[in-house]
C-alpha cells in the first residue's frame, strides 16, 4: 500500500516537472517573440523616421552623417525647438495617462 501511495507521488511529479520544463520553454519563446516584435517595431519606427528627416534634406546623398548630426544638433540647439519638442512630449505624456486610466475602467 505505502508503495503505491509512492509510485502515485513519484508519478504525480514526473508530470508536474514535464509541465514546468513546457512551461519554461513556452515562456523563453514568448520571450524571444517579445523582444522580435519590439525590434521590428523600432526598426520601422527608425525608417520612416529618417525617411521623414531625408525629405527635409535637399541633397541627402551629399551630406555625410556627420553633416546630417551637426544640422540637427544646431536645430535642436534652438530655445524654440526645446520648447516645441517639450511641449510635444507632455501633450503624449498626458494622452496616454488619459488612455492608460480609461483602459483600468473599462
Same mark, same amino acid.
Given at each position: 500500500m505505502?508503495?503505491?501511495?509512492?509510485?502515485?507521488?513519484a508519478?504525480?511529479?514526473?508530470?508536474?516537472?514535464?509541465?514546468?520544463?513546457a512551461?519554461?520553454c513556452?515562456?523563453k519563446?514568448?520571450?524571444?517573440?517579445?523582444?522580435?516584435?519590439?525590434r /521590428?517595431?523600432r526598426?520601422?519606427?527608425l525608417c520612416? %523616421?529618417?525617411?521623414?528627416l531625408? &525629405?527635409?534634406?535637399? #541633397?541627402?546623398? =551629399?551630406?555625410?552623417d556627420?553633416?546630417?548630426?551637426?544640422l540637427?544638433?544646431?536645430?535642436?540647439?534652438e530655445?524654440?525647438?526645446? /520648447?516645441?519638442?517639450?511641449?510635444?512630449?507632455?501633450? %503624449?505624456?498626458?494622452?496616454?495617462? &488619459?488612455?492608460?486610466? #480609461?483602459?483600468? =475602467?473599462?
Amino acid at each position: 500500500m505505502p508503495n503505491e501511495k509512492l509510485e502515485k507521488i513519484a508519478k504525480e511529479e514526473y508530470v508536474l516537472e514535464k509541465k514546468l520544463t513546457a512551461a519554461r520553454c513556452k515562456e523563453k519563446r514568448l520571450k524571444n517573440e517579445l523582444k522580435l516584435l519590439t525590434r /521590428n517595431e523600432r526598426t520601422h519606427r527608425l525608417c520612416t %523616421r529618417a525617411g521623414m528627416l531625408e &525629405t527635409f534634406l535637399r #541633397e541627402p546623398t =551629399l551630406l555625410t552623417d556627420d553633416d546630417v548630426m551637426e544640422l540637427l544638433a544646431f536645430i535642436f540647439s534652438e530655445k524654440s525647438v526645446q /520648447n516645441k519638442l517639450n511641449a510635444m512630449i507632455k501633450m %503624449r505624456q498626458e494622452e496616454w495617462v &488619459t488612455a492608460s486610466a #480609461e483602459k483600468h =475602467l473599462t
